[in-house]
């Protein structure tokens, strides 16, 4: 029941737009990592250009193919943050590296993520100086816009990039799963047998006296008669009849 009432909560829950597009992105790049591989496993299987592959050499390839299929559905992805643009809401790594162009306080800078300009908040300044680059492994999101002053004194507006933590990811997780499972197909209800003919109820019935000839010639007749007269002008009929020898 408890089970049944968590189903039901995370089936309702709202995911927050940004922690909705990582689990997409993270889906997009499983699935895009399963094709590449069935793709690989097919022209491993069937080469346009050498022999297939014997019995013992197909099932070690099999083997090897659902191996690496468990550890591409296993395996951790890490959605890039710009792989869209640095537009509100996107969420995701920057595994490169950033420059820093100026400390702002000990936990904000400006700093450049490739050609765009971006204020990085939630992060360590400790150490790090201007026009240094650095790498921040960690989880971030695109939150909004702010306003700075230049050092020549005017007003720009840039995108606010902070870090996000991962645990907030996590904690949705298992709402994402539920709500993006693929529907159990319908059982189709089993078609009833097709109602037999009445030829083919009195050819079963023809069968069964003839059994029967041998074990009980009397109870055979009986029977004869009756596919005779309740299955008129069908094949058995005329064939008991010429067993009865009429």
Do not use: C
């Not at 591989?37 to 013992?56: D, F, I, Q, T, V």
């Not at 004869?224 to 010429?242: G, W």
């Amino acid at each position: 029941m408890l089970y049944l009432l968590l189903l039901t909560f995370a089936a309702d829950e709202v995911i927050p737009p940004n922690v909705e597009y990582f689990f997409r992105r993270e889906t997009q790049m499983k699935y895009n990592a399963i094709a590449t591989e069935e793709r690989m496993h097919a022209g491993a299987m069937n080469p346009k250009n050498s022999k297939k592959p014997g019995l013992k050499k197909a099932k070690e390839l099999e083997k090897q193919h659902e191996e690496r299929l468990k550890e591409i559905r296993e395996k951790k992805y890490r959605p890039e943050l710009k792989q869209d643009g640095l537009k509100d809401g996107a969420i995701g790594y920057f595994d490169y590296n950033i420059r820093v162009l100026q400390i702002q306080d000990e936990s904000s800078m400006l700093a450049k993520f490739g050609d765009d300009l971006v204020l990085l908040k939630g992060v360590s300044t400790k150490g790090v100086a201007d026009d240094e680059s650095v790498k921040y492994p960690k989880l971030l999101t695109v939150d909004g816009t702010a306003s700075y002053t230049s050092v020549g004194g005017g007003k720009r507006t840039v995108m606010v990039v902070r870090t996000f933590d991962e645990s907030e990811v996590e904690k949705y997780r298992a709402a994402w799963i539920e709500q993006n499972r693929e529907p159990e197909p319908e059982e189709k209800p089993k078609s009833l047998p097709k109602p037999m003919s009445r030829d083919e109820v009195a050819a079963s019935k023809l069968e069964l006296a003839k059994d029967l000839m041998e074990k009980n010639p009397t109870a055979a007749k009986k029977r004869l008669q009756e596919i005779i007269d309740k299955y008129p002008q069908t094949e058995a009929a005329k064939e008991s009849a010429k067993l009865l020898g009429n």
